[in-house]
Every structure is written in structure tokens, then in C-alpha cells.
């Protein structure tokens, strides 16, 4: 069971307060197109870097999302940290 419990009031786009729920996707630009179907937008610039891609959303009660697709990375990336990277 996961429980998020509600934010005093309101938080305003880019406010880092409270907590934030990760979800690995496999393919971020299709969840995102999903999502934007719904009405669903991102909440703030797509984060890029070696190792994988980031998009912030928030649920209808305000609560951060964060979706995230892992990227391969080079052998001798100094990001490398854990073996199951492709």
C-alpha cells in the first residue's frame, strides 16, 4: 500500500514542498503523448542527462510525479553505479 497524504493547500507549479512519487517508464515520450491526451502537461522542462530521461507531473490533488526512463549508458560512465544498466 502507498499512501500520500495531502498537502496543507495548494502547491504552485514548481513548488519542491512535500513529497514526490518516481515511476520508471520504458518509453517516456509515449506516456507523456498519453498523458497529454487526457490534458495531462508536464510540470517543468524534460530533465536529460547520461544515464536516462525526467518529467514532472502533478495528480489532480497536486502531488509531484515524477516519470523516468532509464537510458543505456557507457561501461565507463562515472554515473554507472549499479550492473543492470544496459
Known sequence: MLAINP??????????RGHILGL???DLDAV???LA???????????EWEGGR???IRDPEGNRVELYEE???APDSP???HDHYP
Open 7 to 16: 498537502a496543507a493547500g495548494p502547491l504552485a507549479p514548481g513548488d519542491q
Open 24 to 26: 520508471r517508464v520504458d
Open 32 to 34: 507523456l503523448d498519453h
Open 37 to 47: 491526451t487526457a490534458g495531462i502537461t508536464t510540470d517543468g522542462d524534460l530533465l
Open 54 to 56: 525526467h518529467a514532472r
Open 71 to 73: 537510458l543505456p549508458m
Open 79 to 81: 554515473y554507472r553505479t
